[in-house]
């Protein structure tokens, strides 16, 4: 790969500019999930290891270039001092100076980078500001990367620049599921709707063996083909659109498996009364809201076949029991062939990182991604500018 890592630069003595993504759930000014936060003290801690002083950078919330007072990032500083088991110094209006005073081994956090307005817009005063504070440029915020932002890419053209270690790991997890994966690949990408995730689609139908299109955007591409899907959840007007990832899938030697069974039901509440049909037997007042057994069964037989699994988007309403049993089988035998040895298995998506979980399954998987927008532009095959600075 063409970044280079921590183990590659000379961080002794070093100022290490640091892009975090620590952007954590708070209620009550308490950190409620700390996730993020235990996820990057490998990097600090490596930083300082070898010599060099970490100095974090972050957003926070969405404050619009503006000073908000309750998205200030002091309110983390609990919970990163303890995750990392010693103090940090916050720095509200940092200066080269106040930095260079500082001993070494402190870890420094810098103010929210979005309170002011040059960092959406990557102005490069404010990159070159950031530069100035720092020796060295290391970027771990993966869920950053997709936006080219002062502190996620401008700064990276002005010092050496390199990946943090959960930056690495994911983009190591990514590219052992597509970038360079070992074949059979098989996608399941499911979810609400095809309109989400054209693009998406069509990245995919060039660059898998096996494509399952699961959830609501199932029902799309069964209308496309001429069956009637009563009320479920289904975009018409997409049905061309449909008909053109089928054709440009057969092009590519790419099979697409769609429900082979449905289950329907006349309401969408838990354990409404729901039975399971052959895919053109929705009745006009029913909505498909789950993939049935012999669906699941089929992309069980897939999966055993394959040796790389990229997912994203759910197979039903897994919000809602029993709609979320084909999710949670296809989920389980994943994890199995996962544990197994098998498959290498890799997810992402904010629903679908939910289903794995309530599944009980998303420890078992090779890679989780969290990083949300950042995990389906690159599923979109789209180069994301926080890592091509890096390269
Ligand atoms: P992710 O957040 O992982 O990218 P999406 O947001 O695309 O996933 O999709 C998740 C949503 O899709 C869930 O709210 C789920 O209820 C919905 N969904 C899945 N299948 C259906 C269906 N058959 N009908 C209606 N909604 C569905
Ligand atoms: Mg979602």
């Known amino acids: 790969m063409a970044w280079k890592t921590l183990d590659d630069m000379d961080l002794s003595g070093k100022r290490v500019l640091t892009r975090v993504d620590i952007n954590v759930p708070v209620e009550d000014g308490r950190v409620t999930d700390a996730t993020r936060i235990t996820r990057i003290v490998p990097t600090v801690q490596d930083i300082l290891a070898k010599g060099g002083t970490p100095i974090l950078l972050a957003h926070f919330g969405r404050p619009k270039g503006k000073y908000v007072p309750e998205m200030s990032l002091r309110v983390t500083l609990p919970a990163l001092e303890e995750a990392l088991g010693r103090p940090v110094t916050f720095i509200e209006k940092p200066s080269r100076d106040q930095i260079d005073a500082l001993p070494m081994e402190t870890v420094v956090l810098i103010e929210n980078t979005r309170f002011t307005e040059m960092e959406e817009k990557n102005d490069p005063m404010m990159a070159n500001f950031l530069a100035s504070l720092g020796d060295v440029y290391c970027n771990d915020a993966f869920s950053a990367a997709h936006r080219a932002h002062a502190s996620t890419e401008g700064v990276a053209h002005l010092l050496p620049s390199c990946v943090g270690r959960l930056m690495a790991e994911e983009l190591s997890a990514l590219d052992a599921a597509l970038g360079n994966p070992v074949r059979p690949v098989v996608a399941v990408v499911g979810g609400a709707k095809v309109s989400t995730k054209l693009d998406l689609l069509g990245n995919l139908v060039g660059k898998v063996d096996h494509l399952v299109i699961g959830g609501g955007m199932a029902n799309t591409f069964l209308a496309a083909q001429g069956v009637d899907v009563g009320k479920s959840l289904c975009e018409h007007d997409l049905a061309d659109t449909a008909r053109e990832?089928?054709?440009?899938?057969?092009?590519?030697g790419c099979e697409i498996i769609l429900p082979r069974d449905i289950v329907v039901?006349?309401?969408?509440?838990?354990?409404?009364?729901?039975?399971?049909?052959?895919p053109d037997a929705c009745p006009a007042d029913a909505?498909?809201?789950?993939?049935?057994?012999?669906?699941v069964a089929y992309i069980e037989e897939v999966l055993k076949a394959a040796k790389t699994l990229i997912w994203n988007g759910p197979l039903g309403a897994f919000e809602i029991e029993p709609f979320d049993a084909a999710t949670n089988a296809a989920a389980r035998a994943a994890a199995a062939l996962t544990k197994a040895g098998s498959l290498t298995s890799v997810a992402g998506g904010g629903d679908t990182v939910a289903a794995l979980n309530q599944a009980g399954v998303a420890g078992d998987f090779t890679y989780i991604s969290t990083a949300g927008g950042a995990f389906l532009e690159w599923?979109?095959?789209?180069?994301?500018?926080?890592?091509?600075?890096?390269?």
């Not at 039901?265 to 052959?278: C, G, P, V």
């Open 245 to 252: 990832i089928l054709s440009k899938a057969e092009a590519a």
């Open 265 to 278: 039901a006349r309401e969408f509440k838990a354990d409404a009364d729901s039975e399971t049909l052959s």
């Open 287 to 295: 909505m498909i809201l789950d993939a049935g057994p012999a669906t």
């Open 379 to 391: 599923m979109e095959g789209k180069t994301l500018p926080g890592v091509a600075a890096l390269g």
